[in-house]
């Protein structure tokens, strides 16, 4: 639906672009990168909001420093009440007005102060009875409301203030929205457009498995008490054990899907547009309809609404076509053509009824658009039917929808800075700014995502047109279009074509940094990178004036042949310092082509443009982060031994590698902790010397405070090194590993409120001492700093300062002869870091997937934790092989295998991107089915079926210079075979990961590694944006191929780019988050509510984050015993899981499990049970049965089913869990002795007491060892040993009673026990990490007291790792990847 307003550019006068971020119109649109995207960099809370509650050290890094700093309230506890006051200034409190439809009653509206007029339109037009108007007007005592005033500026509106719906006259342009309207109402309910991935609609099932249910109409149904109504029979396929992974459950039907039909046909009249004389008459448009009683009309559009005219649109033995535009009798005129079909087709008003009944009882986030388009990999065959709206789109250029902005197409370069310039001195301020700005970036992701296909498909002349097809480039909306290919031989020297596909993704990362550290006058370009058809395409916004100029005259900062000629400018050096200390740039000189000295703040490639509107734009970020030297070899420089030993520096197939802003940010963080402990330990040692001499009685209080508070931690670096200040740069001294884990989770409060500081100025006495002086004044302590910042490599004497030098290496960079120590001391700051990648990062990234603290179920997440800690993908074979080196390699069996088959399917990949390169448009199903065949099925003979002659062009083909990129017309392809595809990936993981696979075909790989194929169909689809028929498919026929050419729907794009952040609202969340785990659920409570608020301020209604916000929200709901409210916000949190990141996404997957929990607490029992059942099939589906999370899943299945007495049932999940519990956790685990105890008490319900015995026995004696004789734990275990002890020996003298007596023996009843709910709930809240401890007021208080201290001794280091078991009021285990 198109309201009116969608697509107003940012520059408009007068109108608040802003406003307008809520709308559900066509503008709202964007892409995944987790997506694929959507993911990526949602690091900020995508993964903390469970995170943080793990006992005070979720892992949990700080991408987000650079935001916070930029506001300058990066200490959000401190500034709290005044930003609450802040917040109070924007929620005005709303009223109601009475609304006066023609034709409907009266009735009320809540409104809000701040809501322009235009936002009751659209209320209106989503309304079931106004839902057919869409030219109206609102009017207050009869005078016009204009669409673009908040409802506060308007006089006399008030409570109760009646507002009336007056119909307006059409225009030519009000006619086509109202069409397109009533289309859009005629479509609602139909998924066509979610599967076909278009105007930002996306699936979602949770319905289908709560039936509507949840919530308040959860109250009709009867309660779960009449157990017998429930059917528990889970279906075959996600019993444990078995081996069939179907696809079709994966999108089950919908009923509400099954399409009732209106009406036939709706399409533009061939008659269009209005000849002259008939447009004096006020005719705007002609449509032909065909309704569902089959009867043909033909209807004008008119300034006065719609009637039925006189033409004939059919031809028939009878008839031909006859134009006669005059009035038909009856004309059955209507201001709405809803009105009109009403009168003419009862099959119509009968069933559009029904369907805005059915449309308005969906939940709004079943509709509302995303932000960024979701793909489905699956589909099932729609038919396709006829749309004269989509049709018209597809045809008229509609250059991002002229027809709906004044001053035709977009300039996207003035939106994105004009946005950005917005002031941000205030909350509301702020909030406007980001909401304008992440509003832009969606639309200007959209834009370039259709602009980028329409390339690759050939709808765009070139702007170079005579040149070579890689060579093109073009312009489409105001977006510029480039290809990932090595033109003029510009990267020759740095890896050709692979250079050239590398830098578009580090430019955008360059982008995505700047753009976070936000300074004021310096712009960056609207970016976004799509891979499209095994194309690359870069889509920019034009800088003004670009295109006039060459563009050696323009650029006056940088160089533009990579360091040869470089220039700089004061203004720009000015700018880039205020970024250089957020982004650890250092200053440096390098040399011109006139050997002068040249100062930059930046890498030499990034280049400063002053554009014709006065902006100082930088581009060509492509080295914002310094170089990685692991995969960068240089003769004559040595690595150091970390790195040497795991075989580096290695070959890459581009010399563009660079360092992570992640690493760059932990390895910083590693070296500040390394600092203030090297000084506190000569500061020690001084103290040492001085009492032995006795000279001084006293010792100055400031060389106390550091003393005393890192006392522990410094004794390590003392065992190492004879003298602090002989402590080598090396990377990786003992006491470096043992803070690796400390280095990325920053402790509590204090460590945080350095964070911003970490790379500023940081004196150590005076952070870890407030009353302090200067510590600087004390000679012996000044030279205990100088000797402290030697050792870490800081740039400054007097201060921790670690910059990086980005020009390092770079092939025709020099540097001044003066400057050569300066260098030195860079390039090892630059070897210490890839040593630390490899040396602290991958094994600290091991050992949180062996405590679980990440869980990667999927290629994706487990791309994010290695991203997360700043791990490029190009070590994943280093990291594979460090899990193959570990003891514990049983333990991360889950992760190798995601690993491998990461691994594989990013080689099938890189293959893939190429084989599609040479592939005509007519021969695209054919060859994509080929391939998979040859990538997929055990058929050893694949053959592709070339496309039939009379489609192949008789001339044979000379190379004609002007061929549109995506057409490649060659049949190389169709000789691939299964061998030569998997001796191609052998040879990919060897040459780009340095890993082994020794395996010839798939079947191999399967058996080798214990994949699924189902899993690696999904990867390689998602991958790729292939999106393919969901059926049954046979991938281990060795007769026929599993694909045909009829089995590919469609192959979409992928798309990367930067994701704005809502920086106060994070700050918000994280508080909210603090708060909760001090255990002040109330407050924490309060301030995630206000998080809420300004995420859905600035994103709108859906985005990764809410859903992160929602789902903690309804944990602590849960938690603070509101199961009603914690199930309607998990409800919206599953829904935009579903829609934000894909129906099978693993946290999609989790969001149901804990929606099943609050559910069963509900006593909505059987909804519980098949969301549960849901949940484990999409996790087999996505990572099979063989992981640590499938124990948790399976637990929860367990006990819902042993709570309605389906013990046999009961028994197969829990007896599973127990199995992955002890693989995974090792079987003197806690997790290991509550799974036996589990699996007994479901053995004593079905009164098999030997059976229960033995499993009780073990979870005694694992609770025995690990806690000890006194431990409740182990009491309680030994307890209920005792009861199964006695209930065994009834039953056995009963059963000697009636084996000697027979029939006449006298039974005693024997007492069965089936589970209270009470009981379930309780285990099942244990094992979901949910802990309740009755406490009274007294132990609150002793309690809060105690978190308190533990926390001021975490602050002042003394506690490393916080005790497993800590008496938190809650304590939340589950980590999300």
Known sequence: MVSKTDDIPASVPNCNPVNLAYEAGDGVQDSNETSKTC?????????????????????????????????????????????????????????????????????????????????????????EDTCHRTCFSLQLDGNVLDNFAELKSIEGLQEGSLLKVVEEPYTVREARIHVRHIRDLLKSLDPSDSYNGVDCNSLSFLSIFTDGDL?????????????????????????????????????????????????????????????????????????????????????????????????????????????????????????????????????????????????????????????????????????????????????????????????????????????????????????????????????????????????????????NPGEETRMQMFIWNNIFFSLGFDVRDHYRELGGDAAAHAAPTNDLNGVRAYGAVDVEGLYT??????????????????????????????????????????????????????TSRPLKVQRHNVLNEKDESVELCSSVECKGIIGNDGRHYILDLLRTFPPDLNFLPVDGEELSPESKRQGFPRQHRHRLACLRQELIEAFVEHRYLLFMKMAALQLMQQKVNKEAKADIPAITETAEAPSESNADATQATASESPSATEVSTDSTSQAESNTSATSQAPTAGEENSSKPATNGLVEPTATLNGECKSPLED?????????????????????????FNPDLFSPGVRFPEDSTDEVQKQKQLLKDAAAFLVSCQIPSLVKDCLDHSALPMDGATLTEALRQRGINIRYLGTVLEFVDKTPAKAQLEHFYRIGISELITRCAKHIFKTYLQGVELSALSAAVSHFLNCFLSSFPDAVAHLPPDELVSRRKSRKRRNRIPGSGDNTAWASLTPSELWKNIASEAKSYYYFTIQCESVD????????????????????????????????????????????????????????????????????????????????????????????????????????????????????????????????????????????????????????????????????ALRLLYRARYLMLLVSGEDHPEMALLDSNIGLVLHGVMEYDLSLRFLENALTINTKYHGSRSLKVALSHHLVA?????????????QHEKEGYT?????????????????????????????????????????????????????????????????????????????????????????????????????????????????PID
């Not at 009164?1247 to 015995?1253: N, Y």
């Not at 009834?1290 to 089936?1314: D, H, V």
């Not at 208080?1341 to 800590?1366: D, F, P, S, W, Y």
């Open 39 to 127: 993911l990526k960099d949602s690091c900020g809370c995508e993964h903390s909001a469970d995170t943080v509650m793990v006992n005070g050290n979720g892992a949990h890094e700080h991408t987000e420093e650079a935001d916070s700093k930029q506001d300058g309230n990066s200490e959000m506890d401190g500034g709290d009440d005044s930003n609450e006051q802040e917040v109070i200034v924007i929620q005005d409190t709303g009223f109601t007005v009475k609304i006066q439809a023609p034709g409907t009653e009266p009735f009320d509206l809540q409104v809000s102060p701040q809501e322009m007029v235009q936002e009751i339109h659209q209320v209106l037009m989503d309304r």
């Open 779 to 803: 000679p012996k302590s000044r030279e205990v700093v100088l000797n402290a910042c030697k050792a870490v490599g800081s740039i400054s004497n007097t201060s921790f300062d670690i910059r």
């Open 525 to 578: 370009l609207g970016t976004v990178v799509v891979d499209y058809r095994g194309y690359r395409v870069t889509a920019q916004s034009i800088i003004p004036g670009i295109l006039e100029r060459e563009q050696e005259q323009s650029v006056i900062y940088g160089s533009i042949d990579f360091g040869k000629t470089v220039v700089s400018h004061s203004k720009y050096l000015e700018l880039l310092e205020k």
């Open 215 to 463: 919530g308040d109409s959860g109250k009709r149904k009867k309660k779960g008490n009449e157990l017998e109504q429930i059917d528990c029979t889970p279906p075959e396929h996600i019993l444990p054990g078995s081996k069939d992974r179907p696809l079709i459950p994966l999108q089950p039907q919908n009923k509400d899907w099954k399409p009732m039909q209106c009406l036939k046909v709706l399409t533009m009249s061939g008659w269009n547009p209005p000849p002259g004389n008939r447009k004096m008459h006020g005719d705007l448009m002609y449509l032909c309809m065909v309704t569902v009683e089959e009867r043909h009309v033909s209807v004008t559009a008119s300034t006065r609404g719609f009637y039925l005219n006189q033409s004939v649109n059919i031809s028939n033995s009878s008839t031909t076509y006859t134009f006669n535009p005059k009035p038909a009798n009856p004309s059955f005129l209507s201001h709405s053509l809803v009105e009109l079909l009403s009168q003419i087709s009862p099959t119509f008003k009968k069933n559009f009824t029904a369907l805005q009944k059915k449309r308005v009882q969906r939940h709004p986030f079943e509709r509302i658009a995303t932000p960024f388009q979701v793909y489905s990999w699956t589909a099932p065959q729609v038919d396709h039917a006829m749309d004269c709206v989509r049709a018209e789109d597809a045809y008229t250029s509609r250059l991002g929808y002229e027809e709906h902005i004044p001053g035709q197409t977009r300039d996207w370069n003035e939106e994105l800075q004009t946005t950005r310039e917005l002031p941000r001195k205030n909350l509301p301020e702020r909030l406007l700014r980001e909401r304008a700005i992440f509003k832009v970036h969606s639309d200007f992701a959209a834009a370039a995502t259709r602009g980028a296909m329409a390339v690759i498909d050939g709808n765009v002349m070139a702007i």
């Open 1241 to 1253: 008490r479901v053995y004593e319900s079905k009164a098999e007491f030997r059976s229960a015995l």
């Open 1004 to 1167: 191999q790989v399967v058996e080798k590694y214990g994949f699924q194929k189902t899993t690696l169909l999904r990867e390689i689809s998602v991958k790729t944006g292939i999106q393919i028929l969901i059926k049954e498919y046979n991938f281990d026929s060795r007769h026929k191929p599993a694909f045909t050419e009829e089995d590919i729907l469609n192959i979409f794009p992928v798309v990367k780019h930067v994701n704005p952040k809502a920086s106060d609202a994070f700050h918000f969340f994280q508080s909210g988050q603090a708060k909760v785990q001090q255990g002040f659920l109330k407050e924490g409570c309060e301030l995630i509510n206000e998080a809420l608020n300004l995420f859905n301020n600035v994103y709108g209604a859906m985005h990764v984050e809410i859903c992160a916000c929602l789902r903690l929200l309804a944990r602590l709901n849960y938690i603070m015993g509101d199961h009603p409210e914690a199930l309607s916000n998990q409800q919206k949190a599953v829904l935009m899981s579903e829609r934000v990141l894909g129906i099978e996404h693993p946290n999609t997957i989790q969001e149901y499990m804990h929606l099943a929990l609050y559910c069963f607490a509900n006593g909505q029992l059987s909804t």
């Open 1262 to 1374: 694992i609770y025995k060892n690990q806690m000890g004789e006194a431990h409740e734990k182990t009491k309680e275990s030994s307890e209920f040993l005792k009861y199964l002890t006695q209930q065994a020996v009834a039953l056995q003298r009963t059963m000697n009673e009636i084996y000697k007596n027979g029939s006449n023996a006298s039974i005693t009843p024997l007492k069965f026990t089936a589970p209270s709910m009470a009981s379930v709930l309780e285990q099942l809240n244990i094992i979901n990490g949910i802990i309740f401890i009755p406490l009274s007021q007294k132990d609150l208080e002793n309690l809060k007291a105690e978190v308190q201290r533990r926390q001021q001794l975490q602050e002042l280091g003394k506690i490393e790792e916080l005790t497993e078991e800590r008496p938190l009021e809650l304590e939340d285990k589950i």
